[in-house]
């Protein structure tokens, strides 16, 4: 079972930036795709952005030009730097893994909110 630790989130204003962390650990084999997911208040968790061991990234278009994923493969990480924030965008953010062909558990996930 691969564990998952997100970190970074908070209070920002829009127009505003944050730097999201999730570090990966336990039974880690070869971690194929690593992806940031995200839940808004009263909405389904949606996929936000994702990124592969070779360092391709798919996004959901709501993003574009503002997120940029990245990962760490040896440090078994994956980051999301989110810029020019706007309200929509507060929601809980999950990171999510996936090895051996399947996903993993989720982690316990990271509040952003974004407000004036």
């Known amino acids: 079972q691969v564990q998952l630790v997100e970190s970074g989130g908070g209070l920002v204003q829009p127009g505003g930036s944050l730097r999201l962390s999730c570090a990966a650990s336990?039974?880690?084999?070869?971690?194929?795709?690593m992806a940031w997911y995200r839940q808004g208040p009263g909405k389904e968790r949606e996929l936000v952005e994702t990124i592969s061991t070779g360092g391709n990234t798919n996004y959901v278009d709501s993003v574009k030009g503002r997120f940029t994923i990245s990962r760490d493969n040896a440090k078994n990480t994956v980051y999301l730097q989110m810029n020019s924030l706007k309200p929509e965008d507060t929601a809980v953010y999950y990171c999510?893994?996936?090895?051996?062909?399947?996903?993993?558990?989720w982690g316990q996930g990271t509040q952003v909110t974004v407000t004036s």
């Open positions: 336990g039974s880690i084999y070869s971690i194929n795709v």
């Open positions: 999510n893994t996936r090895q051996l062909g399947m996903w993993g558990s």
